[in-house]
């Protein structure tokens, strides 16, 4: 009797799902919309982490591209928004800080969105050359697919809106698409008093008059062969749907040019789809092509947000609104 107690016992823990296989517990909407923190593992969990990343999102701490991913995005907008809530910034998330997220209700994370035209009649750039000579010679840097609009859009990564679409056309309107509740658009946020760029933590701060924290984005801060600037600046213009001009005085690594050339405007524009201008010649606060790569990889001296963010960023800005760089 003893013994098959032991047998029984030893094959329910090896009937047990692997650590590895709970962390990579299968995306969907359901999943993501019923994940709860119980115990270490879960809150490894690809769900918990995806519906966490888009908490974050509608508190307006950007966790970067929504991926359900534990990367550095994810901790530095967890421990800035366990900084401001009076928790210790640990970027880690427990009880404590879930129920702090959570604290507005139990709305659906993932709700259901119907692709419309708009979304599917491009113009699409199916092949943007990688060379920024090379680009100067297309007519538009529009969307490369409607999957990627789409994912831009909901401020996800590719990868997670396929995933939650298994089987899904996302070039066909009508389409029912499992997507992340960004919440209702703001009719007119607050505006930013302050912006604050930590350029060693790469992170951009918008503060209201009082110094409070109205928006939380991850941001890539300079780089070695074009640092960003230090001390105090101002946003001298805002420029939606801009064209990007390259001057060869800037030597940029692997531009070859000895000529200024112009790239024409779009989402996949060097800049994205908006500048904001600083003082000082070149500088600016600008969106990217490549919303996985933000606060991950150096930009060429400026401050780089996903188009979303940077978007959310301009709509709260004026000219002549502070920013500041600081050093530690």
């Known amino acids: 009797m003893r013994r098959i107690m032991v047998l029984a016992l030893i094959g329910g823990i090896s009937a047990l799902p692997s650590l590895a296989a709970q962390q990579q517990q299968k995306l969907s909407a359901d999943a993501i919309n019923s994940a709860e923190p119980s115990g270490k593992v879960a809150l490894k969990s690809k769900p918990l982490l995806a519906r966490a990343e888009i908490l974050l999102d509608q508190h307006h701490f950007s966790p970067g591209e929504i991926d359900g991913s534990e990367g550095d995005n994810f901790k530095k907008a967890l421990a800035e928004f366990q900084r401001v809530n009076k928790l210790k910034p640990t970027g880690k998330l427990d009880q404590e800080t879930w129920s702090l997220l959570t604290r507005n209700g139990n709305a659906p994370a993932v709700v259901d969105y119907t692709v419309r035209d708009e979304d599917v009649k491009g113009p699409f750039v199916r092949k ?31 990868s997670l ?18 997507v992340p509740n960004l919440g209702a658009p703001e009719a007119k946020g607050p505006k930013v008093a302050k912006i ?49 001009t390259y001057n060869p005085k800037y030597a940029f ?57 940077a978007l959310d960023l301009a709509s709260k800005v004026d000219r002549k609104t502070p920013v500041e760089f600081l050093e530690q």
């Open 128 to 158: 943007i050359p990688k060379k920024m000579e090379d680009q100067a010679d297309l007519e538009a840097l529009g969307y490369r697919s409607p999957l990627e609009l789409l994912a831009e859009k909901f401020h996800m990564s590719e």
């Open 161 to 178: 809106l396929k995933a939650l679409n298994p089987g899904k056309s996302f070039d066909t309107a009508g389409t029912v698409l499992a």
């Open 196 to 244: 604050e760029i930590d350029k060693r933590s790469h992170q951009l701060r918008a503060l209201d008059e009082d110094g409070n924290l109205i928006a939380f984005y991850p941001a890539s801060v300079g780089s070695k062969e074009k640092p960003a600037p230090s001390g105090k600046s101002e946003v001298t213009k805002i420029a939606r749907n801009p064209t990007y």
């Open 253 to 309: 690594k692997g531009v070859h040019s000895d000529k200024k050339f112009t790239i024409k405007p779009g989402p996949n524009n060097p800049v994205g789809l908006v500048w904001i201008a600083l003082r000082g010649e070149g500088y600016g606060i600008h969106g990217t092509p490549d919303p996985d790569h933000v606060g991950k990889t150096a930009s060429h001296g400026c401050i780089r947000l996903t188009n979303w963010d």
